[in-house]
T-cell receptor, first 115, second 118 residues
Framework: AQTVTQSQPEMSVQEAETVTLSCTYDTSESDYYLFWYKQPPSRQMILVIRQEAYKQQNATENRFSVNFQKAAKSFSLKISDSQLGDAAMYFCAYRSTSGTYKYIFGTGTRLKVLA | GAVVSQHPSWVICKSGTSVKIECRSLDFQATTMFWYRQFPKQSLMLMATSNEGSKATYEQGVEKDKFLINHASLTLSTLTVTSAHPEDSSFYIC??????????????FGPGTRLTVL
């Protein structure tokens, strides 16, 4: 069975600085998808970024980028130029490319942005 | 595109009553929807996978007779919490799997429903 681990329950970053959130996973599959979701106080899940495992190039979306290390089963999220609106819970998620397509979520990291 | 709604956004009920939560995919058809439960400061816990026209698949430890799921159409799934008790108080989130374009097989999440059982 697949597992997703986020070892940082809480992180803080100064506004305009850069922060990296960690995520590791375990799987025996060779093809899969990885996601980072943001959950602000409204609790609406917002997709931040996705990574397809068969693509070696790291995904980027504006200020958000990932460091995907397939062999190490690591998938970290880097937030550059942090803004107050980035404060939220961040969840890492894994999805197979077959079967039920259900997501496996990590336990989350609460990000605080300091003004 | 790919908007998912939930109704109601919050509900308060008395112990012993049943509560129905609706999940709708507004601009796409979803053969599969998922129901999650989230306790404060915790992650999303998958409760069940809802498939249109067939029985839901429940995760281990989830009481299927307590959490009734119906996916009667390609845009609507309902979760009914039967004989609710205070320990059922939680935040319930649904998601719908899309089969279109770049987001093929991705889940889009509803805004959630906060259930409080008195």
């Amino acid at each position: 069975a697949q597992t997703v681990t986020q070892s940082q329950p809480e992180m803080s970053v100064q506004e305009a600085e850069t922060v990296t959130l960690s995520c590791t996973y375990d799987t025996s599959e060779s093809d899969y998808y990885l996601f980072w979701y943001k959950q602000p106080p409204s609790r609406q899940m917002i997709l931040v970024i996705r990574q397809e495992a068969y693509k070696q190039q790291n995904a980027t979306e504006n200020r958000f980028s990932v460091n995907f290390q397939k062999a190490a089963k690591s998938f970290s999220l880097k937030i550059s130029d942090s803004q107050l609106g980035d404060a939220a819970m961040y969840f890492c998620a894994y999805r197979s490319t077959s079967g039920t397509y259900k997501y496996i979520f990590g336990t989350g990291t609460r990000l605080k942005v300091l003004a | 595109g790919a908007v998912v709604s939930q109704h109601p956004s919050w509900v308060i009920c008395k112990s012993g009553t049943s509560v129905k939560i609706e999940c709708r995919s507004l601009d796409f058809q979803a053969t599969t929807m998922f129901w999650y439960r989230q306790f404060p400061k915790q992650s999303l816990m998958l409760m069940a996978t809802s498939n249109e026209g067939s029985k839901a698949t429940y995760e281990q430890g989830v009481e299927k007779d307590k959490f009734l799921i119906n996916h009667a159409s390609l845009t609507l799934s309902t979760l009914t919490v039967t004989s609710a008790h205070p320990e059922d108080s939680s935040f319930y989130i649904c998601s719908a799997r899309t089969l279109r374009g770049r987001t093929y097989n991705e889940q889009f999440f509803g805004p959630g429903t906060r259930l409080t059982v008195l």
